[in-house]
């Protein structure tokens, strides 16, 4: 007998039921795997997120001012950190604005688990510079956006204008021999950063047997204005440089007590990148230094053609006095004294920022004939400055960063001109007829298509390539080692856009590489030779060792630079004809700066009241 209706109907039901039953399955299994990911894609954010746990106590450490307590890494129990210990007096009160002060003592054990204040800066701007960054590197859509996460969820720094605070990372306390010191002075312009960044917390120098140190020091207006009042003040006649003498202090500090963290005081190294590094060849270039260092690393930085005066100024440039009472503008009357400006809350000083930006040229290092003497490129051409063994170099994309906010190809001039026909002939106004056409020509400066790209390579020479040449070779002809690097890795990514940047040579310093990195076996490779040859240096003066690529001396006529790509290999002439041009105009600069800038020579080394400088006589 054939199936009826009903026989049908009661199996299309049945069919239906399955079918039914096989869609809820579905959908519970696919709910569930929704839930796994989202879980785990909280669980990830929580994890990248969520604060590092405290370190647990290390021992002890006894200290001139008292004790201290250290702190077991997180990554290497070998290794003690030894965070927040105040190198100078709180500059607060009425010892702001003034040389540091001797650091005080306290009762009872010190918290040394634990970072201190970073210095009073201005945190705005700093999301936009990140994001271009992260945009730059080429993060595909889920690495941005874990990016953004963490930097939005990380809280703000504490800051204070007591933050004169150094670092220690050591596996030698209480080790039978002392082992080398490497001090680290951060970038930010001098405007912005702090020893504790993150970026620089790591392992990998200390664990080739060097004591790790890393400072902070004021920075902007505290750092490093200038003002009639403050130099009536001060019994040398003299402000400004604050956060140079900072670093000075540090080091001095440094001297009298890093062998209680197993330390030699007599092998220093001070290294640091962009304004890091233009503060060491601050730091070469006052006579407060002697004796307080042995060696130096410079990254991306010299400040050659910082030519700010205290009373003197080029032409279209205001002196430091005259920029320090517009800077107040606003904030004092104009007779305002030192007691007056020392009492302005240091949150309306940080507010008063913005409406003054376009004097951010003046809160920088300054020639006052006492903490610095004399015009930088002056001191480093003449060989006055303190040469030392000497590692440098820079970077081959170091205008990525740059470009957009500069829009020129040189900051030898202020300003340039829109049109591109208009461009290329102000060109001659600078390098003279001839150079001007060999450069358009190098770097291709004449094409519309592509100018601005042309401009981006050509700044980020300009801004630091013919910089750390020239200071190699001066500290070569002043008769000490000479190595030079140039660092040309890109970010691994197709579409990164920013090449070989400003300061991507920190993180294979350090190797403080993010997750994000997306690193090469290659580049692991490059981060444990760059750290090898980096502690190499610091304890020998030279940074060649076993199993690394023979690094030559540099000299002028070789011109021979060690290149990291990640391949390591020498090449002579990086850059020569571009830089050769550059370096001409950069000394004739220099040489037209010095009569206007740098004070008479009876006032070099004395302020006006005849007291000579020294680096224990910091305090007025």
């Not at 930097?151 to 039978?176: H, K």
């Not at 030699?264 to 270039?285: H, K, L, R, W, Y």
């Amino acid at each position: 007998m054939s199936p009826g209706p009903c026989g049908y109907t009661a199996k299309h039901n049945q069919n239906n039921q399955l079918g039914v039953f096989s869609m809820k399955r579905i959908l519970i299994i696919v709910g569930v795997l929704a839930a796994l990911l989202v879980g785990a894609y909280y669980g990830l954010i929580w994890m990248i997120t969520k604060p590092a746990p405290p370190l647990q106590a290390g021992p002890v450490i006894e200290l001139a001012q008292g004790q201290i307590q250290s702190g077991i890494d997180r990554d290497n129990p070998d290794i003690l950190q030894v965070n927040g210990i105040p190198f100078a007096a709180p500059p607060v009160g009425d010892l702001r604005w003034r040389a540091p002060q001797p650091a005080l003592s306290w009762d009872g054990v010190r918290d040394g688990t634990e970072f201190g204040a970073e210095c009073m800066q201005l945190r705005s701007g700093s999301g936009e510079f990140l994001s271009d960054l992260l945009n730059g590197l080429g993060l595909n859509a889920v690495q941005r956006h874990l990016a953004k996460i963490v930097l939005e969820s990380a809280p703000p720094p504490p800051e204070s204008e007591d933050c004169l605070f150094l670092n220690v990372r050591s596996a030698n306390i209480g080790g039978d021999a002392l082992q080398p010191v490497m001090v680290w002075i951060h970038g930010g312009s001098h405007q912005a950063g702090a020893g504790s960044q993150s970026i620089y917390q790591a392992n990998q120098l200390v664990e080739n047997d060097v004591v790790l140190v890393t400072i902070n020091y004021r920075l902007g207006a505290f750092g490093y204005i200038a003002h009639p009042a403050l130099s009536a003040d001060d019994p040398r006649g003299v402000s400004g440089n604050y956060g140079l003498l900072d670093q000075v202090a540090a080091l001095a500090w440094i001297r009298d007590n890093i062998d209680r963290f197993g330390g030699d005081p007599n092998n220093v190294t001070i290294f640091g990148e962009s304004a890091g590094a233009q503060s060491v060849t601050e730091i070469m270039s006052t006579p407060l230094s002697e004796g307080l260092f042995h060696k130096a690393i410079l990254q991306s930085g010299a400040s050659t053609y910082n030519a700010n005066g205290l009373n003197t100024a080029i032409e279209g440039r205001l002196t430091m006095h005259e920029a320090g009472l517009e800077f107040f503008d606003g904030l004092a009357d104009a007779d305002a004294t030192a007691a007056d400006l020392r009492a302005i809350p240091a949150t309306d000083i940080i507010a008063h920022i913005p409406n003054k930006m376009h004097l951010g040229g003046y809160a920088l290092p300054t020639v006052d004939g006492v903490v610095i003497p004399k015009l930088m490129g002056q001191a480093i051409g003449d060989g006055s400055v303190h040469n030392v063994p000497m590692l440098a170099g820079y970077n081959a994309d170091e205008g990525t960063l740059f470009y957009d906010s500069i829009q020129r190809p040189t900051v030898l001039v202020p300003e340039f001109p829109d049109a591109l026909e208009d461009r290329l002939a102000f060109l001659q106004n600078i390098y003279g007829e001839a150079d001007a056409k060999d450069l358009i020509q190098l770097y291709g400066l004449d094409d519309p298509e592509t100018y601005q790209a042309a401009e981006t390579d050509m700044l980020g020479d300009d801004l630091f390539g013919v910089h750390m040449r020239h200071l190699a070779a001066a500290n070569n002809e002043q008769g000490e080692p000479t190595y030079l690097y140039h660092f040309t890795r890109v970010p691994p990514s197709k579409t990164q856009t920013i090449g070989a940047f400003h300061a991507a040579e920190i993180f294979f310093v350090f190797n403080s590489h993010s997750p994000l990195s997306g690193l090469s076996d290659e580049d692991e490779k490059l981060t444990e030779a760059m750290g090898l040859y980096w502690t190499n240096f610091a304890k020998t003066g030279d940074p060649n060792g076993p199993g690394l690529t023979e690094w030559p001396l540099y000299d002028r006529a070789s011109d021979q630079w060690m290149t990291f790509n990640p391949s390591i290999e020498v090449k002579s002439g990086v850059r020569a004809a571009k830089l050769d041009i550059m370096e001409r105009a950069l000394v004739q600069r220099v040489a037209e700066a010095v009569p206007q800038i740098t004070p008479p020579a009876e006032d070099i080394l004395t302020g006006s009241g005849g007291q000579e400088m020294t680096a224990d006589s910091l305090e007025p």
